[in-house]
């Protein structure tokens, strides 16, 4: 109980700095008029007085966080701020329902881009910017936020960012601080999305939807303003932008931080997973432009690649803008691009999935295998980036592989049990399991998750929120050791 209301403590004071967040779109909706300013303004003073009354009655317990603190702090961030965040929604949106909102905000905060909402051409811009500022504040993750200003609240932070960064990076400190870590990360995300919105702005967007799509872009989220996606655009340029942006934000952060700092391209050079991120996103492109252009999908070539190489890049970078219905392709194409979600990104990056990282370490220890069943007496070595991988992080991986199988077939059979089609069952798991966004069937790019029912909608949450702390420190808060003295 004590460790609980210690955490409690912290989380109340990150959920008191994740309520001043509303300060931008209540500054919009105070501009622009659009309706929405008392929802955000009852939001914000809701938020205020609850996170101050949580920080009062927990004062005794305040203390330097523990790492089992660490790995509660994080997951009870990603549970409620959620519902913080959904309060605007659920005020500002006629008839909906507390399960779609909360969906809503989960997809938002964990850089999903899923929505359960139609209309939103004319929902209140606000609205749509509170949106897309959660892909923003989560892309990158809220703890590395509030890493940085912890030793503020008199808060250690090693622990959080432990708990937060995938894989391998945890024991990557980049710079003796892990504070200055997480400035350093934050630099360059800002950096990378004002260069993102000046782009779509110059490209040809309105300087307000320049502002909602950097924020998805850069988080490799994928809420939009329109309910045709992308596709209200119609622009081979900003489509161009997207693809460079995307590209560019599925690269770990880490590989940013070290190539920012050090003022050289070499960092790229020598990342592991790097070509074989470029390779896979390169070839998948011509491969399903030549594939749909020989299908008769499109009757030239160029236009084939322009949709293939915009849907292939947003798709398997965990992005999931959509430039046109892909769900009318034939299947292998819009499943081979579900499927790259599940492993392109890199470690380190914005996006969703089990990463290249992992996926080059289980190629290579499948390949090892092959060897020793051939020769049973060779000494092998798995390598990545020049470095021998050890085994602990090789049976950490296979542990990871199995349980990212085993919880994509009991998130399809609880969706398939509730009443969907296998194809949409399957499909929304993997798309909200990787933090994608659109899957096919109910849940195509043409549609979205508001046709499910209240269960189906939060099993795609629990999911989402499993995906994007990467299944271990959620399940970890589950057992009871974890609560043990």
Request: charged fraction near 10%; charge should be neutral.
């Amino acid at each position: 109980m004590e460790r609980l209301l210690a955490t409690l403590n912290v989380f109340a004071r990150v959920a008191l700095i994740f309520g001043l967040t509303m300060l931008l779109p209540i500054g919009i909706s105070w501009w622009l008029d659009d309706g929405a300013l008392g929802h955000f303004d009852e939001a914000l003073l809701g938020t205020l007085a609850g996170s101050a009354a949580m920080i009062w009655a927990t004062r005794r317990f305040r203390r330097e966080l523990r790492a089992k603190d660490g790995i509660l702090l994080v997951v009870l961030c990603w549970v409620l701020l959620p519902a913080i965040a959904a309060v605007p929604l659920y005020l500002g949106i006629a008839e909906a329902r507390p399960a779609l909102v909360y969906f809503e905000a989960v997809s938002g905060l964990t850089a999903t881009g899923a929505t359960a909402l139609s209309g939103l051409d004319q929902l209140p811009p606000s609205l749509n910017v509170w949106r897309a500022e959660l892909h923003w504040i989560g892309g990158l993750g809220i703890i590395v936020l509030a890493v940085a200003i912890l030793p503020l609240l008199g808060v250690g932070g090693r622990q959080l960012m432990k708990a937060e960064v995938p894989g391998p990076v945890k024991e990557a400190r980049i710079t003796p601080r892990v504070t200055e870590t997480a400035k350093g990360f934050w630099i360059i995300y800002v950096m990378l999305t004002a260069l993102c919105a000046v782009s779509y702005g110059l490209g040809g967007m309105g300087w307000l939807d320049a502002m909602i799509h950097a924020f998805s872009t850069v988080a490799l989220g994928g809420f939009s303003s329109h309910d045709a996606s992308f596709a209200f655009f119609d622009s081979p340029l900003l489509e161009a932008i997207t693809i460079v942006f995307a590209a560019i934000s599925g690269i770990s952060y880490v590989t940013h931080f070290a190539a920012f700092s050090g003022r050289s391209l070499r960092p790229y050079l020598r990342d592991g997973e790097v070509p074989y991120y470029l390779a896979v996103l390169g070839a998948s492109v011509l491969l399903i432009a030549a594939y749909i252009w020989r299908a008769g999908v499109y009757p030239e070539f160029a236009t084939a690649l322009r949709h293939a190489a915009f849907n292939t890049v947003s798709v398997a970078t965990t992005l999931g803008y959509a430039s046109t219905d892909y769900s009318k392709w034939p299947l292998f194409a819009p499943l081979w691009m579900l499927f790259l979600c599940s492993f392109a990104t890199c470690g380190g990056s914005t996006g969703g999935g089990i990463k290249m990282m992992r996926a080059v370490i289980l190629y290579k220890q499948i390949l090892r295998e092959i060897t020793h069943s051939i020769h049973p007496q060779a000494t092998t070595f798995i390598k990545l980036g020049g470095a021998i991988v050890p085994n602990r992080i090789i049976l950490a991986v296979l542990g990871f592989g199995f349980l990212y199988m085993a919880s994509t077939v009991l998130f399809t059979l609880l969706l398939a049990a509730s009443g969907a089609d296998i194809l949409s069952a399957f499909t929304a798991t993997v798309a909200c399991f990787n933090n994608t966004g659109p899957g096919l069937g109910l849940v195509g790019p043409d549609s979205n998750y508001g046709i499910l029912g209240d269960f189906q909608v939060l099993v795609c949450s629990f999911a989402m929120l499993l995906g994007r702390l990467e299944i271990f420190t959620l399940l970890v808060v589950l057992t009871p050791g974890f609560w043990r003295k």
